[in-house]
């Protein structure tokens, strides 16, 4: 299994641009989920899913969308780039939720390597 | 109140210490609870789910106390490769399928 995979590594972009940051888990995982991470600020959630076409907002959701028609991706797209939003973006995925589905032991977070955005 | 609170460190310690990170949590219905590691640039990975009974890996234990709302990692014979940042994770559910993190606590094992 190459567990959860994401792409770019790296990423430049100038402010008002667009793009879409891929995730990919080949798990069969229920959940998946994006973050980003600031200095100083922990890693905050962005949007989350429950399962294929089921998605709704984390903490911080404004100037991202995101869609899940399968189960293994998970993109998050940037609409206008802008500079504040320069930071390291994970993706993650569980097998479930716990209170979604109640199995303890099956809502471990698994994370991908992390893709470095710079908005100029 | 923040919903999950950590102390950011950094704890320097020597080699062979023993040392012991808190981390509270406002929600009184989050039901997993989990301490992750990151070392600089990396991605978090798990080091820890934590039980209402308390478990323990090796040199690691964790520990839940629901009345008082915390979650607790004691680490004993600190090696210097447990240098890295360690990550309060608790779940909040109650109609909403939420992970939040900690700031994290920074921790330097001195040689």
């Known amino acids: 299994n190459a567990g959860v995979t994401q792409t770019p590594k790296f990423q430049v972009l100038k402010t008002g641009q667009s793009m879409t940051l891929q995730c990919a888990q080949d798990m069969n995982h229920e959940y998946m989920s994006w973050y980003r991470q600031d200095p100083g600020m922990g890693l905050r959630l962005i949007h989350y899913?429950?399962?294929?076409?089921?998605?709704d907002q984390g903490e911080v959701p404004n100037g991202y969308n995101v869609s899940r028609s399968t189960t293994e991706d998970f993109p998050l797209r940037l609409l206008s780039a802008a500079p504040s939003q320069t930071s390291v973006y994970f993706c993650?995925?569980?097998?479930?939720?716990?209170?979604?589905?109640?199995?303890?032991?099956?809502?471990?977070?698994?994370f991908g390597p992390g893709t470095r955005l710079t908005v100029l | 109140r923040k919903e999950v609170e950590q102390d950011p460190g950094p704890f320097n310690v020597p080699e062979g210490a023993t040392v012991a990170f808190n981390c509270t949590y406002s929600?009184?219905?989050?039901?997993?609870f989990f301490w992750y590691r990151q070392d600089c640039r990396k991605e978090p990975k798990l080091l820890m789910s934590v039980y209402s009974s308390g478990n323990e890996d090796g040199r690691f234990t964790a520990q839940l106390n629901r009345a008082s709302q915390y979650i607790s990692l004691l680490i004993r014979d600190s090696k210097l490769s447990d240098s890295a940042t360690y990550l309060c994770v608790v779940n909040m559910a109650s109609g909403t399928y939420k992970y939040i993190f900690g700031t994290g606590t920074r921790l330097k094992v001195l040689a």
């Open positions: 929600n009184s219905a989050s039901q997993s």
């Open positions: 993650a995925s569980s097998y479930t939720f716990r209170g979604y589905h109640d199995l303890p032991g099956t809502d471990t977070q698994y």
């Open positions: 899913s429950v399962g294929a076409g089921i998605t």
